[in-house]
């Protein structure tokens, strides 16, 4: 097949280098950033870079670009793509793309699969890609009404990458869980090291600083409009957290041993039970 990656960043040039390792497909490049062009050509993982001929022809186009930026891909290069070619994004948050595509995709010939590679690094860039951070780990698909055999083909092409477990869900679904166990913990990331404290750490920290922390080397160009374009959900699962906190703060404050042993307790209960 001919494969189109659009934007050559962590994501997208993971799945070229991956597709390129593990496929017979050939697989060509677009992005804004003539660098990263330059680089992924130099290095295989590409063949070469697409042109508007080759998104006519395209077999699978995958879209790993920021949420709005999909949408303005579909507008404006949606009507070139071919029918029986499928379309699909890698983006962290679901219901304002699936929303936004419904709307561009009417009378169009291409298929939509909506997709969320679960893997990433801290840094982001072509240079950091690696199709290592595939190996073993879960691909999203969620529910757009698109046929069997399209969501079939992202699904091989998943395991050709080396993904261990597809995940099929519907966009609500996602951008809960999502909010929950990726954007709530860059949240906190974020706000833990904004402490005064932070600066004297070294001597004094081990897992449990580098842990907490580690999330907070972040995009905040992406995150920032991953959070907004997932506002309701997660502001929800942010009010919990506060919510949570101001009960061990409280019994913290208020010096209530056996109150601070029941929130710890609990707390060790439900991680030892899920993980």
Avoid at 103 to 124: C, D, N, Q, W
Avoid at 212 to 239: G, K, P, T
Avoid at 246 to 269: F, S, Y
Wanted: with cysteine.
């Amino acid at each position: 097949m001919k494969v189109v990656v659009v934007g050559l960043g962590l994501i997208g040039g993971s799945i070229a280098k991956s597709l390129k390792q593990n496929t017979g497909h050939c697989v060509l490049g677009m992005d804004t950033h003539e660098e990263a062009l330059l680089d992924a050509c130099s290095c295989g993982a590409i063949d070469g870079k697409a042109g508007m001929e080759d998104l006519k022809t395209a077999d699978v186009v995958y879209l790993c670009v920021y949420p709005r930026a999909v949408l303005e891909f579909a507008e404006v290069y949606g009507p070139l793509l071919k029918e029986g070619c499928v379309l699909t994004d890698t983006c962290g948050v679901k219901t304002v793309v699936c929303q936004g595509i419904a709307r561009l995709a009417r009378g169009i010939r291409y298929t939509f699969v909506a997709g969320h590679p679960m893997a990433g690094k801290e840094r982001s860039g072509f240079a950091f890609s690696d199709p290592s951070i595939f190996v073993g780990a879960s691909y999203i698909l969620v529910e757009t009404g698109a046929p069997d055999w399209a969501v079939e083909r992202v699904e091989t092409l998943a395991a050709a990458m080396g993904f261990g477990h597809i995940e099929h869900t519907t966009a609500q679904r996602h951008d809960q869980m999502i909010a929950f166990t990726s954007q709530v913990p860059h949240a906190l990331a974020c706000g833990y090291v904004m402490s005064p404290q932070c600066p004297g750490h070294k001597g004094f920290s081990a897992g449990s600083y580098r842990d907490v922390s580690r999330v907070a080397n972040i995009n905040d160009v992406l995150w920032s409009r991953l959070f907004l374009d997932n506002q309701e959900a997660l502001v929800e699962e942010l009010d919990l957290l506060r919510d949570n906190l101001t009960r061990i703060r409280d019994a913290v404050a208020d010096g209530d041993e056996k109150q601070l042993q029941r929130l710890l307790r609990k707390a060790a209960e439900v991680k030892q039970q899920f993980g």
